[in-house]
T-cell receptor, first 112, second 111 residues
């Protein structure tokens, strides 16, 4: 049972480049989330998907887009990367019975 | 809006008891959660309080008082491996299923 997987683990981009962060979960959870974590800032919600086919903005959505491809997969896209998007990105899914969120290992992104 | 306040750092020695407080301002929420994150790792779930009172899970306990807008995580018999960051989080009524996290408390346990 893999839980939540994320790819890639590390990425370096130049300003203006685009990329997609991939996330998949095998726990049959309806809800999935994308967070960014910066030093001293805790976890900030970028976008979430309460169920397949729906997405909603979180606290810091600007500069990002998401796709809930199916129940398993939820991707995050940076269309034109900026240095301010240098961060660690975590994907998570939530058990609707216990409200426990399960996190992936994270993607460490640096934008130069 | 919603905000959660936690101390930024706490230090303690092995074997001691430490309490990490979380005060919040939110118009209404379903419950208070706690997550642990070791340096370089992913957050992992510790506890969830849907109702007021104390929830105990081994060495860890969590408490919620909605009337006081306050909760805490209590760690007993501290071990070196408990050195980590601890985050409280709430699921506000208006946020659907999303969690709002505090900025975290870094716990350092020394021998």
């Amino acid at each position: 049972n893999a839980g939540v997987t994320q790819t890639p683990k590390f990425q370096v981009l130049k300003t203006g480049q685009s990329m997609t962060l991939q996330c998949a979960q095998d726990m049959n959870h309806n809800s999935m989330y994308w967070y960014r974590q910066d030093p001293g800032m805790g976890l900030r919600l970028i976008y979430y998907s309460a169920s397949e086919g729906t997405t909603d903005k979180g606290e810091v959505p600007n500069g990002y887009n998401v796709s809930r491809l199916n129940k398993r997969e939820f991707s995050l896209r940076l269309e034109s990367a900026a240095p301010s998007q240098t961060s660690v990105y975590f994907c998570a899914s939530q058990d609707s019975q216990t409200y426990e969120q399960y996190f992936g290992p994270g993607t460490r992104l640096t934008v130069t | 809006g919603q905000s959660l306040e936690q101390p930024s750092e706490v230090t303690a020695v092995e074997g001691a008891i430490v309490q990490i407080n979380c005060t919040y301002q939110t118009s209404g929420f379903y419950g208070l959660s706690w997550y642990q994150q070791h340096d370089g790792g992913a957050p992992t779930f510790l506890s969830y309080n849907a109702l007021d009172g104390l929830e105990e899970t081994g060495r860890f306990s969590s408490f919620l008082s909605r009337s006081d807008s306050y909760g805490y995580l209590l760690l007993q018999e501290l071990q070196m491996k408990d050195s980590a960051s601890y985050f409280c989080a709430v699921r506000p009524y208006q946020a659907g299923t999303a969690l709002i996290f505090g900025k975290g408390t870094t716990l350092s346990v020394s021998s």
